[in-house]
């Protein structure tokens, strides 16, 4: 069975520019996270979706960061326009289970860099 | 504030021994505690979930423990290996269960041959 796949692996932008990034879970899984790890820290929460609904995004930053999931499949992070503060790496995981009770999976990250 | 303190950022132990992980919590009461393993450029992976009701849940040769008294989650590892070098993070809902997993900076993990 495939995992969490996530696109691209590394990006390399200029700040001020936009970027996007592709997440698919694992099929079945109709909870879908997007965390940020910064170097030496834990990975934080910036969106999770029920299927198709945003049910948590407190944290999302939402004058530079947008992310959708039609169809309550595959989702999309964008950062537009991208800072210096925005290099990190960018987790996707997947769950069957809601809440705590339900182990991640997460896909191997975007790690972007910007400059 | 919430605050998960894991007990130091980097522990180096002689491979055999076992590893002993500390997770902390504060101003949380999680109904559930999770520890996954990270390794370098890679994504989190599980390793063990356990409720706050268990005291105790063991898995091949890792074993955690959950004192909801004393706030703390400890994780071990025995006989320990090189491959067994990662970093350990600790993970907890804020409460009851349907609220999304809250992660700990992670304890890196060195075992030495």
């Known amino acids: 069975e495939a995992g969490v796949v996530q696109s691209p692996r590394y990006k390399i932008i200029e700040k001020k520019q936009p970027v996007a990034f592709w997440c698919n879970p694992i099929?079945?899984?109709?909870?879908l996270y997007w965390y940020l790890q910064n170097l030496g820290q834990g990975p934080e929460l910036l969106i999770r979706?029920?299927?198709?609904?945003?049910?948590?995004d407190s944290q999302l930053p939402k004058d530079r960061f947008s992310a959708e999931r039609l169809k309550g499949v595959d989702s999309t992070l964008k950062i537009q326009p991208a800072e210096l503060g925005d290099s990190a790496v960018y987790l996707c995981?997947?769950?069957?289970?809601?809440?705590?009770?339900?182990?991640?999976?997460f896909g191997e990250g975007s790690r972007l860099t910007v400059l | 504030s919430q605050k998960i303190e894991q007990n130091s950022e980097a522990l180096n132990i002689q491979e055999g021994k076992t590893a002993t992980l500390t997770c902390n919590y504060t101003?949380?009461?999680?109904?559930?505690l999770q520890w996954y393993r990270q390794d370098p450029g890679r994504g989190p992976v599980f390793l063990l979930l356990?409720?706050?009701?268990?005291k105790e849940k063991r898995k091949e040769r890792l074993k955690v423990t959950f004192d909801t008294t004393l706030k703390q989650s400890l994780f071990h590892i025995t006989a320990s290996q090189p491959a067994d070098s990662a970093t350990y993070l600790c993970?907890?809902?804020?409460?009851?269960?349907?609220?999304?997993?809250?992660f700990g900076k992670g304890t890196r993990l060195s075992v030495i041959a």
């Open positions: 995981a997947s769950s069957l289970l809601t809440g705590g009770n339900g182990e991640l999976f």
């Open positions: 099929s079945g899984h109709n909870t």
């Open positions: 979706y029920e299927n198709e609904e945003a049910v948590d």
């Open positions: 101003n949380y009461s999680p109904a559930y």
């Open positions: 356990i409720r706050e009701n268990e």
């Open positions: 993970a907890l809902d804020s409460y009851s269960g349907n609220t999304p997993l809250v």
